[in-house]
DNA sequence: CGCCTGGTTGAGAATCATCAACATCTGTGG
DNA sequence: CCACAGATGTTGATGATTCTCAACCAGGCG
């Protein structure tokens, strides 16, 4: 299935090629992160028969709501999406911040709901994967099993990342990681690794962090002081991308 | 394959019928935990040709380490293990406990390298699923297949509430929460709701919640004083379940 | 223009970490 | 079987980081 794309902004989807409209999962330029393993263009042709294109989505717009039956994965395509959950007393509690490229909706599977609530933090695509159809599709081709097995594998990786983050570090060191993670994300998208727009606000950072907005707020500033990134509210530059890794305790990447 | 296991003491493996030496995923009693899925009895018997069992392993003794080659899933099958990565500058940060009937090792997936270590923190005994075997069998059993999906995304949804545990709680709530985690699993497993042992120290559980010892001991102290919990050093009998479940603010089970 | 949300900054309070001393448990070897 | 050493756990005093409360500012949208 190859539709024609809407007017919309689809800022990664199509500056590969800026007058091809049609998207298919086979020259979508997100396909090499989106789909790291090299499926055979046969394999891409009979994803691309199961993904469905809706429309954008609009800030503020849910993808799926906790505890909805769960029915597909998403690959996101344009945008950011949040995914959080409530807590027993009601709070949220952000989960994960989720770019171009990047799957969301994996922790619907084991429950056949939706474990968290996902909302779109600017205009955003997403591709829609059935999971139903994605299972039998697995079951054909192993290396699309595999495929998925290793994207869930990595979500859990990455959330034990975050487990570190929130259980060891200060805020400095938690706020600076975030920004080093969302440089390197960009980085992966051949977009700038030291110059970007947060599309979350300072309240789901600190949700994120478990921080509160205030304190977020004071580290920005004082990050912003210390010359080691430039502040212009959600436009941020990393002007010492060494300093804040330094402060980050990475060592590779995250 | 059917082996006749050693002598060892295979608490839980063994008690559906203690006469019975012999050990498989048709038998186990903790299949109804480990596979919670129905699978037909004869792909029981396909898993089960897969499945190996090795000698125990001793407390203190590896499962396997951070970053060694991945091969295998494992089942707990008696004792208990934690699972522990480093940080940056070398400390460790406990990511889960695993008890009997559940899986280890999904983290290794994605990278083809585990993640994580995991440690025995008693005398454990394990049922080692190669994951490439596995892999097939899921192409030739849809249920083999879901069943993974849904543990893999089980264990993304378990992360996430140590990320809110850790994000939102206070010390008195995230000790309680697991208390209530450890005490939800024993019932599962139809052991006492009330009374168990702590396979693992206090270190170990201030490291797992993002406290330091001294914290875990005086919450526990505290605990004890107030006539929630009866603390022996490990061994624990919660004594007043629903006030524990109130301070840990769970509306449910956790 | 003014309202409302989101963000910043300050002062004081609270929780938890740190440092330190001591107690208890475990297991090992005499 | 006891004694001892090292590891593990408990308790207390102090201090730092972060939260809370509060005021104020900025920007976007009706």
């Known amino acids: 299935m190859v539709i024609s794309s809407t007017s919309t902004q689809l800022e990664d989807a199509q500056h590969s090629c800026p007058h091809n409209k049609t998207i298919s999962c086979g020259n979508c330029r997100l396909g ?8 055979e263009d046969d394999d891409v042709v009979k994803l691309d028969e199961i993904v469905q294109r809706g429309r954008p989505l609009q800030k503020g717009e849910h993808l799926y709501r906790e505890s909805d039956p769960f029915t597909s994965v998403y690959a996101v ?28 909706g994996m ?22 994967i059935p999971f139903n159809r994605l299972e039998e599709l697995s079951t054909q081709l192993p290396t699309m099993q595999r495929h998925f097995f290793q994207l ?17 570090n200060s805020a400095e060191e938690r706020i600076a990681s975030l920004l080093i ?15 970007f727009r947060l599309p979350m606000s300072r309240t789901d ?49 995250f």
Chains 1, 2 share one sequence.
């Not at 993670?181 to 110059?195: D, E, G, H, V």
Request: with cysteine; aromatic share 6%; net charge neutral.
């Open 77 to 104: 395509r344009s945008g950011a999406i949040k995914a959080y959950r409530l807590t027993g007393d009601g709070q949220e509690q952000v989960t994960g911040f989720y770019f171009p490229g990047e799957i969301i």
């Open 32 to 39: 090499a992160i989106c789909l790291p393993l090299a499926l």
């Open 107 to 128: 922790d619907g599977i084991s429950k056949d709901k939706y474990a968290s609530s996902a909302k779109a933090l600017e205009t955003s695509a997403v591709c829609e």
């Open 205 to 253: 950072i600190g949700n994120y962090l478990g921080l509160t907005v205030e304190t977020v707020s004071r580290v920005m500033s004082r990050f912003n002081k210390q010359g080691l990134v430039d502040v212009e509210s959600k436009e941020i530059t990393l002007l010492d991308l060494d300093g804040l890794k330094d402060i980050a305790n990475v060592k590779t990447d």
């Open 181 to 195: 993670s969302i440089s390197a994300r960009n980085a992966r998208r051949k977009l700038s690794k030291t110059s």
């Open 152 to 168: 869930m594998s990595q979500e859990i990786t990455t959330d034990q990342h975050l487990i570190t983050l929130l259980s060891k």
